[in-house]
Antibody
């Protein structure tokens, strides 16, 4: 059974660092892109970026380039989203999702979301 | 970046109504568009891929159409479980972009 499971909710202070995770199981992790999506409180979905764990090819939205780092450790089938210095405006729900490997293309399996709260 | 303009931002409808949501791309994206449904507190779920392909397990009252710059999601015969927020997503060109969302509420 395919599963995408994210790490739990986090509370941090502004300026702190954070790394959240997204673990894939039940499929060949290295053969599927994993994307990250932000949803700020009461707002819509924003595409942040995507990584191919097989070779770590990564694409970012310009809105998030330089603000976050997307990475993957294929040895443990886990993708990551990290911040080096959080801001209050990073408070949001973050979803990861698997991109299907063949036509038709779409996000077929989603994580349950990780709520990140940044507050002093 | 390609801008996806989704309309309306919200609508009120009754059970049984036909509902139409549109997404317009700022440049041609062929049929590289999906529609997602999100219910409160839940992750999004795909309804339609490649503009018009109904995903497995999605009721046939949902349909998608369009190509190029103009796309439509239609719900024919709204059901109580369809009250949710709907988003389009273009995957033609990086950065991929979502529409702003359409909240479908009960009238």
């Amino acid at each position: 059974e395919v599963q995408v499971v994210q790490s739990g909710a986090e509370v941090r202070k502004p300026g702190e660092s954070l790394k959240i995770s997204c673990k894939g199981s039940g499929y060949r992790f290295t053969s599927y892109w994993i994307g990250w999506v932000r949803q700020m409180p009461g707002k819509g979905l924003e595409w942040m970026g995507i990584i191919y764990p097989g070779d770590s090819d990564t694409r970012y939205s310009p809105s998030f380039q330089g603000q976050v780092t997307i990475s993957a450790d294929k040895s443990i089938s886990t993708a990551y989203l990290q911040w080096s210095s959080l801001k209050a405006s990073d408070t949001a729900m973050y979803y990861c999702a698997r991109w299907s490997s063949e036509v038709p293309y779409y996000f077929d399996y989603w994580g349950q979301g990780t709520l990140v709260t940044v507050s002093s | 970046a390609i801008q996806m303009t989704q309309s309306p931002s919200s609508l009120s409808a009754s059970v049984g109504d036909r509902v139409t949501i549109t997404c317009r791309a700022s440049q041609g994206i062929r049929n590289d568009l999906g529609w997602y449904q999100q219910k409160p507190g839940k992750a999004p779920k795909v309804l339609i891929s490649t503009a018009s392909r109904l995903q497995s397990g999605v009721p046939s009252r949902f349909s998608g159409s369009g190509s190029g710059t103009d796309f439509t999601l239609t719900i024919s015969g709204l059901q109580p479980e369809d009250f949710a927020t709907y988003y389009c997503l273009q995957d033609n060109n990086y950065p991929w972009t979502f529409g702003q969302g359409t909240r479908v509420e009960i009238k």
